[in-house]
T-cell receptor, first 114, second 113 residues
Framework: SQQGEEDPQALSIQEGENATMNCSYK?????LQWYRQNSGRGLVHLIL?????REKHSGRLRVTLDTSKKSSSLLITASRAADTASYFC??????????????FGQGTILTVHP | NAGVTQTPKFQVLKTGQSMTLQCAQD?????MSWYRQDPGMGLRLIHY???????DQGEVPNGYNVSRSTTEDFPLRLLSAAPSQTSVYFC????????????FGPGTRLLVL
């Protein structure tokens, strides 16, 4: 079963607006990562947030992590048409039997209209 | 650096045929992994390796074999292809493990008839 679940499944906004995507997970984690996938391409790493961090920024990206609620959010500010892509969260579960296994959510499809 | 490369880009197989999907990286990464991506399912881990000679199963290993004889290469073998294995396959690598940034290849589209 998927460790990460993303919400919404699809998001359509206008250029300049902010986009927020959410990720929920089930078990304790070491860290949580966000990736972007353009249509027909491989995944590209965006940001990694560790379990002892609450917020992280990278350019127009802001990621928050709430381990008590087992959830994370990705905020893209001042979106551009080039941000159109699928966005995935991925979790590295804590615990010995989960070593080496990164689990991806189902993704959020973001469409930014010019 | 070429990063992570995958071959072929696209392959059509008949049910029962075998084939090997190639994955190579030139970053001297210890950790390599294989995922399949199906519509609406996200990425699911097939097999992974934490170093040459060491492999382990992921979430969906049935029907797939792997080996890791060198640090650079991590081939994925389909012994007897089935239509359920129609998917897009991605290889990824990182310095030491799943707790770090993963670098993905461009993917292989596989169609099993």
């Amino acid at each position: 079963s998927q460790q990460g679940e993303e919400d919404p499944q699809a998001l359509s906004i206008q250029e300049g607006e902010n986009a927020t995507m959410n990720c929920s997970y089930k078990t304790s984690i070491n860290n949580l990562q966000w990736y972007r996938q353009n249509s027909g391409r491989g995944l590209v790493h965006l940001i990694l947030i560790r379990s002892n961090e609450r917020e992280k920024h990278s350019g127009r990206l802001r990621v928050t992590l709430d381990t008590s609620k087992k959830s994370s959010s990705l905020l893209i500010t001042a979106s551009r048409a080039a941000d159109t892509a699928s966005y995935f969260c991925a979790t590295d579960a804590a615990g010995g039997t989960s070593y080496g296994k990164l689990t991806f959510g189902q993704g959020t499809i973001l469409t930014v209209h010019p | 650096n070429a990063g992570v490369t995958q071959t072929p880009k696209f392959q059509v197989l008949k049910t029962g045929q075998s084939m090997t999907l190639q994955c190579a990286q030139d970053m001297n990464h210890e950790y390599m992994s294989w995922y399949r991506q199906d519509p609406g399912m996200g990425l699911r881990l097939i097999h992974y390796s934490v170093g040459a000679g060491i492999t382990d199963q992921g979430e969906v290993p049935n029907g797939y074999n792997v080996s890791r004889s060198t640090t650079e290469d991590f081939p994925l073998r389909l012994l007897s292809a089935a239509p359920s294995q129609t998917s897009v396959y991605f290889c990824a690598s990182s310095v030491t493990g799943s707790r770090e940034t993963q670098y993905f290849g461009p993917g292989t589209r596989l169609l099993v008839l």
